[in-house]
T-cell receptor
Framework: GAGVSQSPSNKVTEKGKDVELRCDPI?????LYWYRQSLGQGLEFLIY????????KSGLPSDRFSAERTGGSVSTLTIQRTQQEDSAVYLC??????????????FGPGTRLTVL | DAKTTQPTSMDCAEGRAANLPCNHS???????VYWYRQIHSQGPQYIIH???NNETNEMASLIITEDRKSSTLILPHATLRDTAVYYC????????????FGAGTRLTVKP
């Protein structure tokens, strides 16, 4: 079946511009996560959505970052007034959270954001 | 989540088994051992996970010691495409918000 997809695969923008990154999770997965990965670094958690619950935004680095998940499926990560330090690969993951599953996260290919 | 320790890098000959160790001496009773890998410029790929028993799937085998303080990921017949960074993660399997990836092991499969 189809995995997690993300778009665009690459995004180059100028400092100060806003960007939107999209994530399509695996169909039926109730949990969705956003991470970012700077060059040569590990994953940094950003935000987590689970069903209709309020999202866990504890990883968002500043108020320039926001995310929404419409209809419990597609998610958009928005970065306003981008800065050069926002340059990274932004990864989305989804998982099926149930009483019998172990919340295994499946990752998309990522969006490589470059802020000039 | 418990901390894990992995070697920084390993080499393996193509066609041979690759055995990647992971130490997780502070693992709790309800924490699973997960393995992911990340091939250059791609998102992390799930490989396998386990709690107590050894596990096997089409990609790999996971051997967990009886005291659960360490584990080994085995790729039975490594190919050049298996060259990647391999991450060992221990975490509660449910209702956990994020994956904490460490530095991992950079496996290089050589012809």
């Amino acid at each position: 079946g189809a995995g997690v997809s993300q778009s665009p695969s690459n995004k180059v923008t100028e400092k100060g511009k806003d960007v939107e990154l999209r994530c399509d999770p695996i169909s039926g997965h109730t949990a969705l996560y956003w991470y970012r990965q700077s060059l040569g670094q590990g994953l940094e958690f950003l935000i987590y959505f689970q069903g209709n619950s309020a999202p866990d935004k504890s990883g968002l680095p500043s108020d320039r970052f926001s995310a929404e998940r419409t209809g419990g499926s597609v998610s958009t990560l928005t970065i306003q007034r981008t800065q050069q330090e926002d340059s990274a690969v932004y990864l989305c993951a989804s998982s099926l959270v149930s009483s019998v599953s172990t919340d295994t996260q499946y990752f998309g290919p990522g969006t490589r954001l470059t802020v000039l | 989540d418990a901390k894990t320790t992995q070697p920084t890098s390993m080499d393996c000959a193509e066609g041979r088994a690759a055995n990647l160790p992971c130490n997780h001496s502070t693992i709790s009773g309800n924490e699973y051992v997960y393995w992911y890998r990340q091939i250059h410029s791609q998102g992390p790929q799930y490989i396998i996970h386990g709690l107590k028993n050894n596990e096997t799937n089409e990609m790999a085998s996971l051997i967990i010691t009886e005291d659960r303080k360490s584990s080994t990921l085995i790729l039975p017949h490594a190919t050049l495409r298996d060259t990647a960074v391999y991450y060992c993660i221990v975490r509660v399997g449910r209702n956990n918000n994020d994956m904490r990836f460490g530095a991992g092991t950079r496996l290089t499969v050589k012809p």
